[in-house]
T-cell receptor
Framework: KQEVTQIPAALSVPEGENLVLNCSFT??????LQWFRQDPGKGLTSLLL?????REQTSGRLNASLDKSSGRSTLYIAASQPGDSATYLC???????????FGKGTKLSVIP | NAGVTQTPKFQVLKTGQSMTLQCAQD?????MSWYRQDPGMGLRLIHY???????DQGEVPNGYNVSRSTTEDFPLRLLSAAPSQTSVYFC?????????????????FGPGTRLTVL
């Protein structure tokens, strides 16, 4: 059974810092991996999607990388801002499956 | 587009009551799904549908029922509510599911329904 782990569970950084969030998965036979953002009391917003054949995706200050063979993905946030404060979740879709398996998320706090 | 909408936003039930959580999307997406989110457990898939008339079970389907009569709507029914079903429920949709190489697999989530079962 696929398991997705996100470390750390919580992270607090001062504004302006660059930071990295980590996601690991146990079964490398994935179709794609997505990073989501969730604000308190809200739904999830997709940030980046990386297909299994891709190494990275970029959107603005966000860069996500994927190393399928080692079962790891990172989300890099450049020049963090207080508005980046949220919970970040990664989810993998396995090859041949419709199901997304989510990690439990990293709660990020960016201190002004 | 309104995106993915869910009603109600909050609901309190007594044990044994039944209810339906509504989900609708106006993006003509083929794939729709229901998740529940619990502290310390992450999001878990309850049921999903790959098109009108087609549904299947996810990881935690017991106690829930779904149907998909139209592309737009995907209601989730709680048959006999139990305290273990206290959770936040999210509906999600996806435009194309593994159809061709350039599939758009981005999930769009609704705002959620916070359900408490006493």
């Amino acid at each position: 059974k696929q398991e997705v782990t996100q470390i750390p569970a919580a992270l607090s950084v001062p504004e302006g810092e660059n930071l990295v969030l980590n996601c690991s998965f146990t079964d490398s036979a994935i179709y794609n991996l997505q990073w989501f953002r969730q604000d308190p009391g809200k739904g999830l917003t997709s940030l980046l999607l990386i297909q299994s054949s891709q190494r990275e995706q970029t959107s603005g200050r966000l860069n996500a990388s994927l190393d399928k063979s080692s079962g790891r993905s990172t989300l890099y946030i450049a020049a963090s801002q207080p508005g980046d404060s949220a919970t970040y979740l990664c989810a993998v879709r396995e090859a041949g499956s419709y199901q997304l398996t989510f990690g439990k998320g990293t709660k990020l706090s960016v201190i002004p | 587009n309104a995106g993915v909408t869910q009603t109600p936003k909050f609901q309190v039930l007594k044990t044994g009551q039944s209810m339906t959580l509504q989900c609708a999307q106006d993006m003509n997406h083929e794939y729709m799904s229901w998740y529940r989110q619990d502290p310390g457990m992450g999001l878990r898939l309850i049921h999903y549908s790959v098109g009108a008339g087609i549904t299947d079970q996810g990881e935690v389907p017991n106690g829930y029922n779904v149907s998909r009569s139209t592309t737009e709507d995907f209601p989730l029914r709680l048959l006999s509510a139990a305290p273990s079903q206290t959770s936040v429920y999210f509906c999600a949709s996806n435009p194309r599911w593994a159809s061709g190489e350039k599939t758009t697999d981005t999930q769009y989530f609704g705002p959620g329904t916070r359900l408490t079962v006493l």
